[in-house]
């Protein structure tokens, strides 16, 4: 898949941890990201650790990691979970994933990882009750921003839905109200928007097929 001359693909081994460090740029700004890290004593290395985790912890559950390449430059990248592939297999990512965040305490504190964890409680009570994919985090780089890249690798999450016969559709979280509007052009239903102090967490779905025939 094509945008703008750039191409849309898995990443590399090799290009995890600059597709971590880019998300990590990218969600600068985002207001749950800036929650959680403002008591951090090093934000920049409390937001970079949110990025790599989530991805290490995504990859270690079956999901990918797409990113927007254009002549070797990374310009985006997007995390993606894929539906459970096995209860075992989902309660064993979990208790890893739970490590990895806990792992993080240190960086972000009690308060800083408390948020992080409420915000992904509020999303999953709002999910679809079919398995699914969930669209983690998708950023692209300050200079290739308006050129369509952040779409693109939203659609492509899409179509990797559409081409897996066990998934409903995509789930997303946004805490930024001003996104709210952006996905809702590209398909995406406001399911709930929940208060998590400071924030508000706003669950949107992306159905691909009728509920049940997953």
């Known amino acids: 898949m094509t945008a703008t ?32 890290t403002a008591r951090a004593s090093a934000p920049n290395a409390a937001r970079a650790a949110i990025f790599r985790t989530s991805l290490s912890t995504t990859l270690d559950q079956g999901g990918t990691v797409l990113v927007a390449v254009d002549e070797g430059t990374l310009l985006g990248a997007a995390i993606i979970l894929d539906p459970s592939r096995g209860r075992l297999r ?60 952040g779409r693109s690798l939203v659609e492509a999450t899409v179509d990797r839905a559409r081409e897996q016969g066990n998934s409903w559709g995509v789930r997303l979280e946004t805490e930024n109200s001003e996104n709210v509007d ?14 998590v102090r400071p924030v508000t967490v706003h669950v949107m779905v992306h159905p691909v097929r009728e509920a049940g025939s997953a």
């Open 182 to 195: 952006h996905y809702r052009r590209w398909g995406f239903d406001l399911a709930a928007s929940v208060a």
């Open 90 to 149: 989902t309660l064993a990512g979990r208790v890893r994933a739970g490590g990895r965040f806990l792992r993080m305490l240190p960086l972000l504190g009690r308060r800083g990882l408390t948020l992080l964890n409420d915000a992904d409680r509020a999303s999953r009570r709002h999910a679809p009750g079919d398995p699914h994919h969930v669209l983690t985090a998708v950023g692209v780089t300050a200079a290739a921003r308006g050129r369509g890249i």
């Open 5 to 36: 001359a750039v191409t849309i693909r898995p990443a590399a081994a090799h290009e995890h941890e600059p597709a971590a460090r880019l998300l990590a740029d990218a969600f600068a700004h985002d207001p749950l990201v800036r929650a959680a």
